[in-house]
């Protein structure tokens, strides 16, 4: 949230050790969303209702500018281990900008888990919104396999109802965690809405984190305010094939609206694809990825992302390319930069799409629809030579190539021969010679219309252990969590490569040296 002048961050936190346990809601703050100052945890376990723990939640500001925070406590109530409730918790003194020291009022919690919820199910209250004279919030759930969102109404934000219906919900699905929904403005304009600012007309999105997966999937769809409902259009698939923010390792993300530069702000946690003994042995584990401008794009159908501008002040030596030719089996180091941290904004262009392959539509029958773009991008790797592409970079390479990880684009014709389907692809297979680590291959399909511009956009970031890649414009975005034991640090470098029959030119590329952020 934003207040007086500070940006707060608040998140699941163990000061204990680098694995689950002992969580408290760490605290920092920040003029930018980029330099961060660290602060004392806001809540710590300390009440009867939150003695085991101080789960995930939101902020909202209410009028006055006055923030409280919902999150969910576990009391571990006989008969029923892990029972959920919901408190809150007001600043100690507004005054302060930020917000060290924060109460929780005797009158919590405020909701328990009525006889028909799941008990231990009942969790992550969202950013509440106003209207028709209530506030209103949702928290995930679910009934048996069955994920749902409740919504509460409340006229003082303190004594809360439950509306007898469900907010949305979807059969085979588990567990809704982390849900988020909030109105966003007509197809193409950037500006961000407040929560509140609802209209009948307006579109809205509705995220949930599947805990069976580790995934999250949103819909586009329409709020039935007098009913108190979520529809989402037809456009949108409900559920594990629906549209995910991240193909990577992104999860419990959270929204803000942003009242400095009216924008909603997508911020999301990249998990950890290292053991569990490795996290211990690193002393950490988790990261917040770079926080990300959200907006509907033009057709309305989906949204598009994109790191904020604040990230740019990081920007230091840069270099240029342009009209370079990659022919097959070309792999072109880029000089100049510091491959370790950069900023890498990319445009491929090709003559033609002749040479694009066959896609194979047994894929559709043998992969579950939300694998279908990783799977394939598993079998048809960067190594693996195609028609039109696998082209693209690597990614934290080392020298001799031992260790990458490539972002590239692959072009497949469909069976009428006239549409074309475009694969992005993060490949963590050869990122690190540990063979014990998880290295998973993630991938999803772009939608642009070729046979029009005949060009493929790329911008990755990359941070040590983190490449977060948004392909043409935002439309398609893929955090890959990698750890390398040779290319790090000034033995980390980047390649542009292109494994394909077809030539590919390297139309401009802008890349940058990035200097580290001010943190804690």
């Not at 279908?372 to 990614?395: E, N, S, W, Y």
Request: aromatic content about 14%; hydrophobic content about 35%; some cysteine.
């Amino acid at each position: 949230m934003y207040y007086k002048g500070f940006y707060h961050f608040f998140c699941q936190y163990n000061p204990k050790g680098a694995i689950w346990g002992n969580i408290v809601w760490a605290h920092s703050v920040s003029r930018d969303m980029i330099n961060w100052m660290s602060l004392k945890p806001a809540i710590v376990p300390s009440r009867w209702f939150d003695k085991y723990g101080c789960w995930s939640g939101s902020a909202t500001i209410l009028p006055g500018d006055r923030p409280v925070i919902l999150y969910t406590g576990v009391i571990n109530e006989k008969p029923d281990p892990g029972y959920q409730v919901q408190n809150y918790a007001i600043p100690a003194n507004y005054s302060d900008p930020y917000l060290e020291k924060w109460i929780k009022p005797n009158d919590n919690p405020i909701l328990k888990p009525t006889k028909e919820i799941n008990v231990s199910s009942f969790r992550d209250p969202s950013t509440a919104w106003f209207n028709n004279g209530y506030w209103k919030m949702l928290i995930g759930s679910r009934h048996y396999d069955r994920g749902i969102a409740y919504l509460y109404r409340s006229r003082d934000f303190v004594k809360w109802t439950r509306v007898e219906h469900p907010f949305h919900d979807k059969p085979g699905t588990g567990m809704w965690e982390c849900p988020d929904f909030y109105p966003v403005s007509s197809p193409g304009r950037k500006n961000g809405l407040d929560t509140s600012m609802l209209h009948e007309d307006a579109k809205y999105v509705f995220k949930v984190s599947l805990d069976e997966t580790r995934n999250e999937y949103y819909t586009i769809g329409e709020y039935d305010m007098a009913n108190d409902r979520y529809l989402p259009y037809n456009t949108s698939i409900d559920g594990w094939a629906g549209l995910p923010y991240d193909y990577g390792n992104f999860y419990a993300s959270k929204t803000f609206f942003d009242p400095v530069k009216k924008r909603r702000i997508l911020w999301g946690w990249a998990n950890e694809s290292s053991t569990e003994d490795e996290d211990i042995a690193k002393g950490w584990a988790g990261i917040q990825l770079i926080p990300r401008m959200i907006w509907l794009d033009p057709k309305g159908k989906q949204l598009l992302q994109w790191p904020i501008q604040e990230l740019e002040t990081l920007r230091n030596h840069k270099m240029k390319l342009r009209n370079v030719k990659l022919n097959k089996g070309d792999i072109i180091k880029v000089e100049g930069i510091t491959g370790a941290q950069a900023d890498v904004v990319v445009r491929f262009t090709f003559a033609s799409l002749s040479k694009a392959e066959e896609y194979n539509r047994n894929w559709d029958d043998k992969f579950p629809p939300q694998d279908l773009a990783k799977d394939i991008c598993g079998i048809k790797g960067a190594t693996v030579q195609g028609g039109l592409g696998p082209f693209g970079i690597l990614t934290l390479a080392s020298k001799n190539l031992e260790e990458y990880t490539p972002v590239f684009f692959r072009v497949f014709k469909t069976r009428d021969h006239e549409r074309y389907k475009v694969l992005m692809c993060s490949d963590a297979t050869l990122s690190s010679n540990n063979k014990d680590e998880y290295k998973p291959s993630f991938g999803g399909f772009v939608g642009v219309n070729l046979t029009d511009h005949r060009k493929l956009r790329l911008r990755s970031l990359i941070d040590h252990s983190v490449v977060e890649s948004f392909g043409e414009g935002g439309k398609t975005v893929i955090t890959s969590r990698v750890y390398p034991k040779m290319a790090v640090a000034g033995d980390a470098h980047l390649f542009l490569f292109n494994n394909g029959s077809e030539t590919v030119t390297v139309e401009r590329l802008k890349a940058w040296s990035m200097k580290a952020s001010a943190m804690n």
